[in-house]
Every structure is written in C-alpha cells, then in structure tokens.
C-alpha cells in the first residue's frame, strides 16, 4: 500500500491558481492510477482528477475540466493539480488517492480508491 500527504492547499481569490501535491511512500507508487477528490463542508467527496500510472491519460470532472490539470512524476513519486481560475465552489479540503485494482479506466467513484492522504484545505474567497 501506498503512503500519502498533501501539501499546497491555502486561501486564494477567485481567479487566481494554486498547484497541490502530492508526496507518495512505497516503490510501488508508479504501478497506480492516482486520482485527486474533493469534499465541501457538508456534500459528499467527489472526483477532481485522474491519471495512468505512466502519466499519459488523464480525465476530470466536468466542473474542473480545462481550470485544472493533473500531472506526475513517478521518479520522483509525486503527483500535482494545478488548478487555475478558481471559483468559490472550488472551495473544499482536497486528497489525493491510490486507486485499488484492478481498476476500471474513468472510475469517478471514491470507492475504487483505496490509499488516502489527509487532506488539504482550499479556500477560493469570492
């Protein structure tokens, strides 16, 4: 199993950008598809992004689709979200996550994800 953290979270005006990342344990890390989720205060987690073990394919969710960009760097086991123009309902804590296998390609479920970092807070101030 794969160990995450999150870093890169913070408060920010709608428009401007911040990139997340994601730090991962485990010499395994290249073998998952990683995914970014998010959940606000009260509504359940959903899928932000994901992309293949070799970082070639990636999908989003229709809300984030052409703001925000996923990205990875197995040798150095990190994985990143740029996110640019937000908005205020970008708002939430966001996590970065493993998917289990076998795993279905343009899974938008949290459940198909197994591995979980804690989590980090942004704020897009309107």
């Known amino acids: 199993q794969v160990q995450l953290v999150e870093s890169g979270g913070g408060l920010v005006q709608a428009g401007g950008s911040l990139r997340l990342s994601c730090a991962a344990s485990?010499?395994?890390?290249?073998?998952?598809?990683m995914g970014w989720f998010r959940q606000a205060p009260g509504k359940e987690r959903e899928f932000v992004a994901a992309?293949?073990?070799?970082?070639?394919?990636?999908y989003y969710a229709d809300s984030v689709k052409g703001r925000f960009s996923i990205s990875r760097d197995n040798a150095k086991n990190t994985m990143s979200l740029q996110m640019n123009n937000l908005k205020h309902e970008d708002t939430a804590v966001y996590y970065c996550?493993?998917?289990?296998?076998?795993?279905?390609?343009?899974?938008?479920?949290?459940?198909?994800?197994?591995?979980w970092g804690q989590g980090t807070q942004v704020t897009v101030s309107s």
């Open positions: 992309i293949r073990w070799t970082g070639s394919g990636t």
């Open positions: 485990g010499r395994t890390f290249s073998t998952y598809v």
């Open positions: 996550a493993a998917a289990r296998l076998p795993f279905k390609w343009g899974s938008r479920s949290w459940t198909d994800f197994g591995s």
